[in-house]
């Protein structure tokens, strides 16, 4: 079952279930309106926008969805790739106009190219939803870009979903990290197999980092804000 990719392909045939159903073990169950995906530059939160304006040179588009960012992109002249592990997300980008789509998954794909951009939009940093596979992201990333290369991402402080009244934290035993999340996608009546997804605040970010890079906050919207990432 492909959640996301048969309700952008549905989308694009006027043939929709209006929403993306989000199961979680840990948060209130939620929503995706299918259309989020399809947003265009003036729909897109300032927190994407910030990024697409410092965007430079080549640019990878990670888990890029039905490709909203790299059509901005494109437009705008940059040489932008689409990647994404997702079959009808690819169909879908395609359709829609993406020059470059990559069917695969991020930490598997072997390529010789480089890049100056690597994109991560819509929380996409959290790809994997563990420590470990933050580091494997940063240095998955930083194999594909070039010397002064730069990481793009937004992402968002959950930390207010586990808030009480009194201003303290209950967080659910099993978790060790506020920002991790285990989530369930459903579309008409079909569902995916459970997925870790990590929501990172920007201390975390700073400490999972370490020294050998830099962080800057971009933009802020809070809970939400925009990164980038550079080598030292
Ligand atoms: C939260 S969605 C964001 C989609 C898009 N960036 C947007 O802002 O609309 C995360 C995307 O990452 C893709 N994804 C997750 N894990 C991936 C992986 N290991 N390799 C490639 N794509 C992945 C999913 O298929 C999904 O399209």
């Given at each position: 079952m492909d959640a996301f990719g048969n309700a952008a392909l549905d989308f694009l045939n006027n043939d929709h279930d209006e929403f993306i159903y989000v199961e979680s073990k840990t948060m209130e169950d939620d929503v995706i309106p299918v259309e989020h995906l399809f947003r265009s530059l003036d729909q897109m939160p300032d927190c994407e926008q910030k990024a697409i304006e410092i965007t430079k040179g080549k640019v990878l588009d990670v888990g890029g969805g039905v490709g909203s960012h790299c059509l901005v992109l494109q437009e705008k002249g940059l040489d932008t790739t689409m990647l994404d592990f997702s079959p009808g997300l690819c169909q879908a980008s395609i359709k829609r106009g993406v020059k470059n789509v990559i069917e695969a998954d991020f930490f598997k794909w072997k390529t010789d190219q480089k890049f100056d951009t690597l994109l991560f939009m819509m929380n996409g940093i959290g790809i994997g939803g563990s420590f470990e596979l933050f580091q494997k992201t940063i240095d998955r990333s930083f194999e594909l870009l070039n010397e002064g290369g730069q990481i793009l991402f937004d992402s968002t402080d959950i930390a207010f979903c586990y808030e009480l009244e009194d201003g303290s934290l209950s967080l659910p035993l099993n978790l060790d990290y506020t920002g991790f999340v285990e989530f369930k996608l459903k579309y008409k009546n079909q569902e995916d197999s459970w997925f870790n997804w990590a929501y990172y605040d920007a201390d975390k970010i700073i400490e999972l980092l370490g020294d050998a890079y830099n962080f800057e906050i971009?933009?802020?919207?809070e809970p939400a804000y925009t990164g980038r990432i550079t080598k030292k």
């Amino acid at each position: 079952m492909d959640a996301f990719g048969n309700a952008a392909l549905d989308f694009l045939n006027n043939d929709h279930d209006e929403f993306i159903y989000v199961e979680s073990k840990t948060m209130e169950d939620d929503v995706i309106p299918v259309e989020h995906l399809f947003r265009s530059l003036d729909q897109m939160p300032d927190c994407e926008q910030k990024a697409i304006e410092i965007t430079k040179g080549k640019v990878l588009d990670v888990g890029g969805g039905v490709g909203s960012h790299c059509l901005v992109l494109q437009e705008k002249g940059l040489d932008t790739t689409m990647l994404d592990f997702s079959p009808g997300l690819c169909q879908a980008s395609i359709k829609r106009g993406v020059k470059n789509v990559i069917e695969a998954d991020f930490f598997k794909w072997k390529t010789d190219q480089k890049f100056d951009t690597l994109l991560f939009m819509m929380n996409g940093i959290g790809i994997g939803g563990s420590f470990e596979l933050f580091q494997k992201t940063i240095d998955r990333s930083f194999e594909l870009l070039n010397e002064g290369g730069q990481i793009l991402f937004d992402s968002t402080d959950i930390a207010f979903c586990y808030e009480l009244e009194d201003g303290s934290l209950s967080l659910p035993l099993n978790l060790d990290y506020t920002g991790f999340v285990e989530f369930k996608l459903k579309y008409k009546n079909q569902e995916d197999s459970w997925f870790n997804w990590a929501y990172y605040d920007a201390d975390k970010i700073i400490e999972l980092l370490g020294d050998a890079y830099n962080f800057e906050i971009i933009h802020q919207e809070e809970p939400a804000y925009t990164g980038r990432i550079t080598k030292k």
